[in-house]
């Protein structure tokens, strides 16, 4: 079934399946002893900086929940957005794993700024007070906004001038990229971004994630918390051999360009509708929008998507790698219809 629910409802790129049927030949060493992994890290060396460490984990909670654990004691507390995926889609498993308060922060567009955060960090050294200690930052935003390299350096600078370490949440950092022009280096390492999930799932990949660490003073405990978090593969060769062939001949790209272009058709589309008002600015893959709940629920007859907030019949498009120009034009048929 064909729809706009979400970008985890995609299949998988050929280039991809390929990759995976390369790897799964003979036998090979387990827990990324095996060539295939060594390969897909030199990859991600390539892409981001010699010096980073990639650390292939299974999902993106698992990601988020490794790459918070090492910039955290249970003592210390995380900063993000209120829309942030780590607290409102992952079961409380940051605050589980992490021990840390999780402090969100309120924003109109999913975006934090320095401004919105100045309030909150204070107590330092008070023995009575959780101590901030780590910023997640989701690129692009659970509201489909994208973070411009000159914000997220604000963000970072801030940041560390208290101490703090900024995690990067990439579940779709390619369209970020795509929608920004620039590099995936250019989105991380330049603007001081101290760990980052590497997500490919939503954007053409069966599964797994990459938590690459660009700061060498998280690396040391790395691989013990990993393993400790349940996220160690023993058929690593199966998650790594992907990055791969996702970093090769810029596929990542071209997806995520694919995704956001068709984004963009369907909001020209959609804009000339009556009764549809957007409600966030469309800058990549994700479109949220009101419109009379009588032409929704004739749509959900024929789509599957998501209310983001059934009140105000505010609801969520996304459009995928695959996604078609033809799927896009069958769509804003039926809702003229």
């Known amino acids: ?28 060493l387990g827990y990324g002893d095996d060539s295939w992994t060594q390969e897909a890290v030199r990859k991600i060396k390539e892409t981001f900086t010699p010096e980073c460490e990639p650390l292939f984990v299974f999902n993106g909670t698992g990601s988020n929940v490794v790459a918070l654990q090492l910039m955290t004691r249970p003592y210390h507390s995380i900063f993000c957005a209120e829309t942030a ?32 955060m100045k309030p909150y960090l204070h107590g330092f ?42 995690h990067m949440d990439g579940a779709r ?3 970020a990229c795509a929608a920004l022009n620039l590099s995936l280096k250019e989105l991380t390492v330049d603007c001081g971004i101290d760990v980052l999930t590497l997500g490919g799932t939503k954007n053409g990949l069966m599964m797994g994630e990459c938590v690459v660490i660009f700061n060498q003073d998280l690396v040391a405990e790395a691989r013990f918390i990993r393993k400790q978090s349940a996220q160690l ?16 001949d810029d596929l990542w790209l071209s997806n995520a360009a694919h995704a ?22 469309v800058e990549s893959n994700q479109l949220f929008l009101t419109m009379p709940r009588a032409e929704i629920d004739c749509l959900l007859e024929k789509y599957y998507f998501y209310f983001w907030n059934e009140e105000k019949n505010e609801i969520r498009f996304v459009t995928s790698f695959d996604t078609t120009e033809e799927d896009v034009e069958a769509f804003i048929g039926n809702l003229k219809r």
């Open 233 to 248: 593969a023993s058929k690593m060769r199966y998650l790594s051999c992907q990055f791969t062939a996702y970093l090769t």
């Open 1 to 28: 079934m064909r729809s706009f629910a979400s970008d985890n409802n995609s299949g998988v790129h050929p280039l991809i399946m390929d990759a995976l049927n390369r790897a799964n030949q003979n036998h090979a």
């Open 173 to 175: 950092i390619a369209n």
């Open 125 to 166: 050294g008070d023995q009575h007070h959780s101590q901030p200690k780590a910023l997640y930052l989701s690129q692009c935003t659970e509201l489909g906004t994208v973070y411009t390299a000159e914000e997220l350096k604000q963000l970072t600078d801030f940041a560390h001038s208290y101490g703090m370490y900024v």
């Open 260 to 281: 956001n272009k068709m984004a963009a058709k369907l909001y020209n589309a959609l804009k000339e509708v009556p009764g549809v008002c957007f409600t966030q600015k």
């Open 85 to 116: 995926h780590i607290y409102v889609d992952e079961c409380g498993s940051p605050v589980k794993m992490t021990s840390c308060q999780i402090r969100p922060i309120a924003t109109t567009d999913g975006k934090l700024t320095v401004d919105l």
